[in-house]
């Protein structure tokens, strides 16, 4: 693999794979934002449980997504893709954090963009 294409997909790995590693455990602590925050009223209204338990709960998903971009790359590049645009469309639906949702979609076109570099990588070398 050129040089250039492993050194972006190792910089995208491990920003896929630590940024929600610790954003998922900040769902427990609170430290960058009160996530409850970004819960929409009518979620929240639908919710058999507080919006911070909720916001816990997705914090355990970004960190078992996390895992798996740094373990199997492709498929945890793909996870956090989609991930991120249902987080996005959320944002959008409620037009809440108009800008964090736009964030959130360039975000999942740079996990999307590191899942199919990792699929070319599983492939192996093309033979000219």
């Not at 972006?8 to 954003?23: D, E, H």
Request: glycine share 8%.
């Amino acid at each position: 693999m050129n040089t250039n294409v492993h050194l972006v997909k190792n910089l995208l790995k491990y920003t896929f794979g630590l940024v929600p590693i610790v954003a998922g455990l900040d769902k427990f602590a609170n430290i960058l934002t009160t996530w409850s925050d970004y819960v929409s009223d009518g979620l929240a209204g639908m919710l058999p449980f507080e919006p911070a338990t909720f916001m816990m709960l997705v914090g355990v998903v970004e960190i078992v997504a996390g895992i798996l971009v740094l373990t199997k790359t492709k498929i945890g590049a793909y996870i956090v893709s989609v991930w991120l645009t249902c987080i996005a469309l959320s944002l959008l639906l409620s037009w809440t954090y108009v800008d964090v949702a736009v964030r959130d979609l360039v975000m999942a076109i740079g996990a999307f963009s590191l899942a199919k570099l990792s699929e070319n990588e599983q492939i192996g070398p093309s033979k000219k």
